[in-house]
């Protein structure tokens, strides 16, 4: 298995016919730069940023990946999540990312990362591929022209993609640089790792190492079959933590023998420079993902009402026809009667009886993952099927299912990344995701494909269009009204800005644009390319650009793997060219009054935005001061509390020991959570000792509990997984 | 690797057929024109029960959708992830037009109880013409006092643009006869306009028109229809008259009231495409205006007369624009004038953070040429707007998620306020002018007092977004009102509003949790005339509303605060999501986005409660 993922593939290497050759007439790079590309000269990006918000790498597809791809991006871009990969383990300023660790980290970060060139790429797609060839590699040669073919299709702007590069190959592991035992978590801070470390704003990674412990360890995604991205995303997410907790608890026993045991330089280096910046965070991901459910049973015999929270990390909602996420959401919390076969174990009474159970939300996660059950078991016909149900879902969101003493019932949040299921069953077809990037908002992943998208793109995954594409699952994150106004807000300044800069389309500005994206490609950030002339909208560019007038009846009729597709009436390219001429006739005959005002205008309004973003940028790093210096008190105080856990707990032996009994841990995040508010009260119920019951108050009540607190943990989070998985199969 | 060489790729981007996209277009070979099919279906599951009645479904009528234009063959498409923007697309929008001033309705309510209100199906003005509200105004303006501080004490209602004597009526408009558009539809060669399709017996049928009896103008894909539901059954269902456009949706339109006659309707429409018409119905002529998009190249979601203007009309842009246009100026290519042509300008010098910028006053010296007056107050899509009853105010919902209430005749932006979540997709005025109703993408219908300024009481029981929101005035007094909305649920909603009755919520029982607003305690906002919430302006509003006009920006108030309004009627009236509603003396009209136009008649047993 790992001799087949070390194999990687190289887009470039080829070195086309035309290599070298002067730039033809109709200039082939034309049809190479992406529309994102595009779209970063156009408008180009600011100082790089450390976070890694800058970055928009395609996620190469090995055969079927697309669902960990596209849940991937929805994780990279969640904006909380990322940050908290990157930062644990703290690490001190030498273990910086070069640090080769198996001898294999390759992640110079001007080196394009291009081993030789393997022909076997298997997939069809790949066979395809010989015409185009890296030009970041080989800057001055144009590629090949690639034989006409629909340019709109997204396996031939993959293609284009992946031929453009850099490609980054993610075929090693630093798990020993962060001194954790390889695992899907450190695997998926190398490529988060790597990609902050890369030069460029966008290239094609390729997941090897990340698939293989994931093939590895998991079963279920063994296969090279489609696989369920909500499954995959329950599942990444159950792993991460598990991985941070051994990890932090490994971490608590060595602090425990710290004073006794002799360790390698390194190790100790490593050890007390994690010390140093408080280790124990490891509650992140419950913090960000987790919420809590209040199950009220009421007893129709005894009438008895049993109440039982439970945490989740999504929440998987049935759907009806022509409905709203919204009211999925309050269908999920109705009243649903436990009779029959699902009779209800009252305490009270003693025995299965009747009884109504409904759930509500009690405490709101701060991203809402939710996964709309689009795969359905059908009696009849043996097997799951996938609805194609209209369900409607909202820009912003608040719940309505809370609980009377939720906190923050009215809180609002914001859709922020949507997984797309194309296809039209359980069994195959293809996922993709659109996330709302900080920096260069809405965009289109596909696989090795990113596209910026109009906003309101983002709503035509209802379910009820032609080409079978659903919207699956859908990430929401908390925001506030003053957050959603400010960026309105800019919105409209940056229309604003964008309105006085725009100016027609000029020829010189397609010889500007192919200079600009030479130069460009390799080092984004320092190429300013003279762009106020250009048109910002980025993506009708591409056909724009093309200077050969493609007739739009051959290429549909030259993509010759579409064929019997079902047709959407759209316009007629002719009369559309036609009326766009006239337009920017028009446009030019008015810019021609307007320029000069115009121009002076452009001055003050960029100096003027820029001076806004600045502003902006401070005030939002200010309070993420605020918050980081806020969670940092958090995480000392808890370091305290774990500290006195680990001291209970020195004679656990190995991780793997202590994976299996430890007893705070699976807890840890929850029970600091509650910490807040309610930890006064649940510490002296419970004491320091046994805090691995604070995050269960009600436990007791059912009795049905009486497993390890670990397995307990464990049957939690996998508690709305089998709601997920018996439909699954 | 080894085991993907030897499985077959799975299909990435899968063939299957479906055969009917969201527009009613089916994808197969449809060529052929189709004619409207009126059918009568009947049984309990097309019966509407409420408390004064049942409601009987009387007539179905599904609108044929038109084949697409030739030249505009589809082209494939196979990609469902193809990033080519749509074009907007709106349901059916019904435009109905009682031709005879009728005596007043039974209303039960005594507010513009001289003014015929049958028109305000579909248009949300409730006046019919300006003689019969001046005469209505003495009620009207007391009552607007009192509720917006920010009115006019005068006793008459001030016109549009009054001030610029620009714009004044060059002859007095009584005598004049009203003007015609110049262009005959049916010999036109526009590339414009595809096709007219006149009725066989087109002038017999007017002529058989009962001047009671209801016009239909209702837009469906790229055709325009005239229908008269008052006809006998089976000519009902066809058309008088059918415009098909090479290239446009209309998306929204309006007839004017205080013009429309036995002979002569006025209709203005938008279209998808930017374009707006002007036509006048008996005489099938027409003008275009903003022609090649001179003005504004964005779509028009929502065009309306203004109330009491025999010319000008109010047109709402998708990118946020309102602009105002007369039916008679011609268009000139439109440069906002920025500095100094409105007085009413707001101080500040930042025109875009501004949330309502004039880009040309209607107090501008400019006024040779279309547009009259042009307001941009948001980035995003406006997606309805409606004229207060008393003609001082807009009601303007927006994608934003914000209703604004404008004060048109000062070009000033009074109120904002935010959607519980989401977009906002449709409002509508009470007909007293006291409420305003918003639906939007949160599934509510909200209920918002003008007198008050804050929300009322917010009402779920939509299982999806709302789409249209009408009053019934025929079942409405001053102090019941009657309501319906629709969805894209496909549910039909009725709901009984009465101030007095309303319930809070159990509240902040259990702590307070406060609204989200929480810098101001939740109790003020109940007794104080103006809201509490955050003012954008530094100055203090005083209690007699002295700065009224001043632009407050309101808080969302938490659900704990707000009082919740359970609908009293709910039902799933159609197979498609709905896009409008409409209450009528004798029936309630529905319209889904797939052509479908359902007339339910009212009970039989009359009309009290």
């Known amino acids: 298995m790992s001799s087949f993922f070390s194999r990687i593939r190289s887009g470039g290497g080829t070195s086309s016919p035309l290599a070298g050759s002067s730039p033809a007439k109709k200039d082939p790079n034309a049809l190479q730069i992406t529309p994102l590309e595009k779209y970063l000269l156009d408008v180009p990006l600011g100082p790089s940023q450390d976070n890694g918000s800058d970055k928009f790498w395609g996620l190469e597809n090995f055969g079927n990946t697309c669902y960990c791809n596209s849940i991937l991006q929805c994780l990279y871009y969640s904006v909380p999540f990322r940050e908290q990969v990157i930062n644990y383990p703290k690490r001190s300023p030498l273990d910086s990312v070069t640090t080769t660790s198996t001898g294999q980290a390759r992640i110079d970060p001007d080196a394009v990362i291009l081993p030789p060139n393997h022909p076997s790429l298997t997939s069809a797609k790949l066979m395809k591929q010989q015409p185009v060839q890296n030009s970041a590699r080989n800057p001055g040669g144009p590629p090949a022209t690639p034989k006409p073919e629909d340019k709109e299709h997204p396996d031939f702007k993959k293609r284009v993609a992946q031929a453009r590069g850099p490609t980054l190959s993610m075929d090693y592991d630093n798990a020993a640089a962060y001194g954790m035992p390889e695992s899907l978590f450190t695997s998926l801070k190398d490529i988060f790792e790597a990609l902050l470390a890369h030069k460029s704003n966008v290239g094609v990674v390729s997941p090897t190492k990340f698939l293989e412990v994931l093939r590895r360890e998991n079963e279920m995604f063994r296969s090279a079959m489609h696989q369920d991205a909500h499954e995959f995303l329950n599942l990444l997410l159950n792993e991460v933590v598990a991985n941070v907790e051994v990890h932090s608890k490994k971490l608590e026993e060595e602090k425990g023998m710290n004073g006794h045991a002799e360790k390698t330089g390194f190790e100790k280096s490593l050890a007390s420079a994690m010390l140093k910046t408080t280790p124990s965070t490891t509650g992140w991901v419950h913090e960000l993902f987790e919420g809590t459910l209040t199950s009220e049973t009421k007893c129709l015999t005894c009438e008895n009402v049993s109440q039982r929270d439970e945490a989740f990390l999504d929440l998987s909602v049935d759907l009806d026809e022509h409905s709203s996420v919204t009211a999925c959401l309050r269908k999920f919390s109705e009243e649903e009667m436990l009779c029959e076969r699902n009779k209800f174990h009252c305490d009270r009474c003693g025995g299965l009886q009747e009884a109504e159970k409904r759930m509500k939300i009690k405490r709101l996660p701060k991203i809402l993952a939710l996964h709309l059950k689009r795969f359905k078991y059908t009696e009849d016909l043996q097997r799951l099927q996938k609805l194609f149900h209209r369900v409607v879902y909202p820009y912003h969101l608040r719940l309505f299912n809370t609980t009377d003493d939720a906190e923050d019932p009215d809180r609002l949040y914001e859709l922020y990344a949507v997984v797309v299921h194309i296809g039209g069953g359980p069994y195959h077809g293809h996922y993709i995701s659109i996330v709302k990037t900080e920096e260069r908002g809405w965009l289109l992943f596909d696989d090795e494909m990113v596209e910026p998208v109009d906003r309101s793109y983002v709503q035509n995954f209802f379910g009820d269009r032609p080409g079978l594409a659903c919207a699956y699952v859908l990430f929401y994150q908390e925001t506030t009204l003053e957050a959603v106004k400010r960026e309105q807000d800019a919105e409209s300044l940056a229309a604003a800005a964008k309105a006085v800069v725009e100016i027609p389309k000029e020829p010189v500005g397609l010889g500007l644009k192919t200079n600009g994206f030479m130069n460009g490609i390799q080092h984004v950030k320092s190429a300013v390319t003279p762009t106020s002339d250009e048109d910002t909208n980025g993506y009708v560019s591409l056909d724009k650009a093309v200077t050969e007038p493609p007739p739009h009846a051959q290429i549909a009729a030259s993509s010759s793997e579409v064929t019997a597709l079902p047709q959407m009436p759209s316009r007629t390219p002719n009369e559309e060219t036609k009326s766009k001429k006239e337009r920017l006739k028009e446009e030019k005959e008015r810019k021609a009054v307007a320029k000069i005002t115009a121009r002076q205008e452009e001055k003050a309004e960029r100096e003027r935005l820029k001076n806004l973003e600045v502003k902006r940028k401070e005030v939002s790093k200010k309070a993420d001061a605020d918050t980081k210096a806020a969670m940092q008190a958090s995480k000392a105080s808890k370091a305290e509390e774990d500290h006195r856990d680990a001291a209970e707990n020195v004679n656990k032996d190995g991780a793997a020991a202590s994976a299996s009994a430890s007893v705070p841990l699976p807890t840890g995040g929850l029970g600091r959570f509650k910490s807040s508010s309610k930890s006064f009260r649940n510490s002296k119920l419970w004491g320091g000792s046994r805090d691995s019951n604070k995050d269960e108050p009600f436990a007791e009540e059912n009795g049905a509990e009486a497993t390890t607190p670990l397995d307990r943990s464990k049957n939690r989070f996998s508690n709305l997984r089998k709601k997920t998985s018996n439909m699954m199969l | ?609």
């Not at chain 2, 055709?223 to 456009?245: C, E, V």
């Open chain 2, 1 to 609: 690797m080894e085991i993907q060489s030897v499985l077959p790729p799975p299909p990435r981007y899968p063939i299957t057929q479906i055969t009917t996209s969201p527009s009613g277009q089916t994808t197969g070979q449809t060529v052929l024109e189709m004619s409207n099919v009126l059918t009568h279906p009947s049984g309990p599951e097309y019966q509407l029960s409420v408390g004064e009645g049942t409601y009987i479904l009387q007539d179905n009528l599904h609108l044929a959708t038109p084949p697409p234009h030739p030249q505009d063959a589809p082209i494939v498409n196979s990609n469902p992830l193809a990033t080519t923007p749509a074009p907007p697309k709106a349901g059916i929008k019904l435009t109905i037009c009682i031709t005879s001033p009728r005596k007043s309705s039974p209303q039960l309510y005594r507010v513009n109880t001289s003014t015929s209100t049958r028109s305000n199906l579909g248009t949300y003005s409730i006046r019919e013409s300006e003689k019969e509200s001046r005469s209505s105004n003495e009620t009207n303006s007391n009552a607007a006092t009192t509720q917006l501080p920010s009115s006019n004490t005068s006793g008459r209602t001030p016109v549009f643009g009054e001030d610029n004597i620009l714009l004044t009526p060059v002859a007095g408009k009584e005598g004049v006869k009203k003007k015609k558009p110049k262009t005959n539809l049916v010999k036109s060669n526009s590339q414009f306009i595809s096709r007219v399709i006149l009725h066989d017996s087109l002038n017999k049928r007017l002529q058989e028109h009962n001047p009671e009896g209801m016009f239909v103008f209702a837009n469906i894909d790229r055709a325009y229809q005239w229908l008269d539901l008052s006809s006998p059954a089976p000519a009902r269902a066809q058309p008088l008259m059918k415009i098909l456009f090479a290239k446009a949706h209309m998306l929204c339109h309006d007839i004017n009231s205080l013009t429309k006659g036995p002979n002569h309707i006025d209709v203005v429409m938008g279209a998808s495409t930017g374009d707006i018409v002007w036509f006048e119905a008996y005489s099938q002529k027409y003008v275009r205006v903003n022609k090649n998009n001179i003005i504004s190249a964005s779509a028009v979601s929502q065009i309306r007369w203004l109330p009491g203007s025999e010319n000008l009309f109010l047109a709402s842009h998708m990118d946020g624009s309102l602009i105002v246009y007369d039916k008679e100026r011609d268009d000139a290519a439109f440069i906002p004038e920025t500095n100094g042509a409105s007085t009413f300008t707001q101080n500040s010098f930042d025109p875009d953070l501004k949330p309502f910028h004039i880009n040309k006053s209607v107090n501008s010296k400019n006024q040779k040429a279309n547009p009259v007056a042009s307001w941009k107050i948001s980035n995003h899509r406006i997606t309805d707007f409606g004229f207060s009853p008393d003609s001082r105010h807009l009601a303007v919902v927006s994608e934003d998620g914000s209703l604004r209430i404008i004060n048109y005749l000062k070009e000033q932006l009074t109120d904002l306020y935010p959607s519980y979540y989401g977009a906002f997709s449709c409002v509508c005025w009470s007909p007293d002018g006291k409420y305003v109703l918003t639906g939007g993408q949160d599934d509510l219908v909200s209920i918002w007092s003008l007198a008050e300024r804050r929300i009322v009481a917010r009402c779920p029981g939509h299982h999806s977004w709302v789409t249209a929101v009408a009053f019934d005035p025929w079942r409405c007094d001053n102090r019941n009102y009657r309501f319906g909305s629709v969805g894209e649920d496909r549910r039909l909603l009725l709901w009984d509003f009465n101030v007095g009755m309303l319930r809070r919520p159990k509240a902040a029982s259990i702590r307070n949790r406060a609204s989200i607003s929480s810098n101001v305690p939740i109790g003020r906002h109940r007794t104080e005339s103006h809201a509490t919430s955050r003012l954008r302006s530094t100055s203090s509003l005083d209690d007699d509303g002295v700065n009224a006009d001043e632009l407050v920006e309101h808080e969302v108030e938490s659900r704990t605060v707000t009082a919740e309004l359970p609908p009293v009627m709910s039902k799933v009236i159609d197979e498609h999501p709905l896009s409008l509603v409409g209450f009528d003396e004798e029936c309630i009209v529905t319209a889904c986005v797939e052509g479908h136009v359902r007339v339910w008649k009212r009970p039989q047993d009359g009309l009290s409660p």
